[in-house]
């Protein structure tokens, strides 16, 4: 299966579902009711200077790889998020998954996002081939600065658990050192905290 075309319909999928969210203006506009109406308006000026809408896009660099990509769904306390990511190279790679995470406003400005993720990584040449597999988990931490109402850079750490069996097609998937383990003589576990930093859109 052509790589880029999984990484294509993983994306497709996201905004499809993405398309399903109506706007809570428009809610609030079809429902017409005054108490709505007041309800829902006094979050949008409690939160002003804070990201606005139910579905979010994210891109972001990491030590796993250089450009990813996420959309996250959930304009309240908690979200759902697929991700993919990209790393060109002589070890090409993508990798894609998803996760439920949690979203805290800090103050004006500033908020705080945090999740639990899992996907896989695989090679650009013939993926998803072989004996062999792999599953990558993280727990993500992102302190996000509200430049915009919708445009917010953000930094933060990982832990990361890399669990592989069979032939792996990659030694490492990190810039950075790695702690590693043999659970069986044909499986390999790494762990390891990260960094990652980008925009939220």
């Known amino acids: 299966m052509n790589s880029f075309a999984l990484l294509a319909s993983w994306l497709w999928a996201g905004a499809a579902v993405a398309g399903q969210f109506p706007e809570a203006s428009r809610l609030v506009a079809e429902?017409?009711?005054?108490?709505?109406?007041?309800?829902?308006?006094?979050?949008?000026?409690?939160?002003?200077?804070l990201r606005k809408g139910?579905?979010?896009v994210e891109l972001w660099a990491s030590d796993i790889q250089f450009a990813n990509l996420a959309v996250k769904f959930g304009g309240g306390p908690f979200y759902f998020t697929l991700l993919s990511g990209f790393e060109p190279g002589r070890d090409a790679r993508f990798s894609f998954g998803a996760g439920l995470g949690g979203h805290l406003t800090l103050g004006h400005r500033l908020w705080l996002d945090g999740d639990v993720t899992g996907g896989a990584v695989q090679p650009v040449q013939k993926p998803l081939e072989g004996d062999g597999g792999n599953v990558l988990g993280q727990a993500r931490l992102m302190l996000g600065f509200q430049v915009l109402?919708?445009?917010?850079?953000?930094a933060g750490p990982t832990y990361n658990l890399w669990f592989v069996?069979?032939?792996?097609?990659?030694?490492?998937?990190?810039?950075?050192?790695?702690?590693?383990?043999?659970?069986?003589?044909?499986?390999?576990?790494?762990?390891w905290p990260g960094l990652q930093v980008g925009l939220h859109i």
């Open 31 to 49: 429902a017409g009711g005054p108490v709505l109406a007041q309800s829902a308006g006094e979050p949008a000026a409690s939160s002003r200077g």
């Open 54 to 56: 139910k579905v979010h």
């Open 149 to 154: 109402p919708r445009l917010a850079v953000f």
């Open 165 to 191: 069996w069979g032939q792996p097609d990659f030694d490492s998937i990190t810039r950075f050192p790695a702690s590693e383990s043999q659970p069986k003589s044909d499986q390999r576990l790494q762990h």
